[in-house]
């Protein structure tokens, strides 16, 4: 089992298609993974993409974009291990407690960034849309 397990879901009031080519631009990658090279194995297209990750973390990520009422539900998953110092590759091995205590701060770190770029890219492309009203309204 992984040691950075992470599960996220957004819900973005815009078309679906416009939230997959968000997702797909490689300056918000860098953004949201500032240590980490992500390397594309599946373009999805309008579903979403799939990454083979190295760097800080060694494992794989996907965004999935999912339509759903008048906008998309962007799923993110990440399952990736630590990663040894001085390789952008080979796992870290510890102790468990060890591995544990950097899992926790790794998996902090991550989820902070996603979710502030996750809601830019949401802010962006809800711009001038009022609160509770739907994208046709």
Known sequence: MPMVDLIDETFVVADPAEVAVALHAEALW???????????????????????????????????????GDGAIVHYYLRADLTAPHSDAVPLTAGPRALARRAVRARTRHVRRLKAGLNAVKDDLERGRLPGLGRTE
């Open 30 to 68: 860098q953004r949201l993974f500032p240590d980490l090279e992500l390397t594309v194995f599946q373009d999805r297209g309008p579903d979403g993409i799939r990454f083979t990750v190295t760097g800080a973390l060694v494992g794989s990520s996907e965004f999935w974009v999912e339509p759903w």
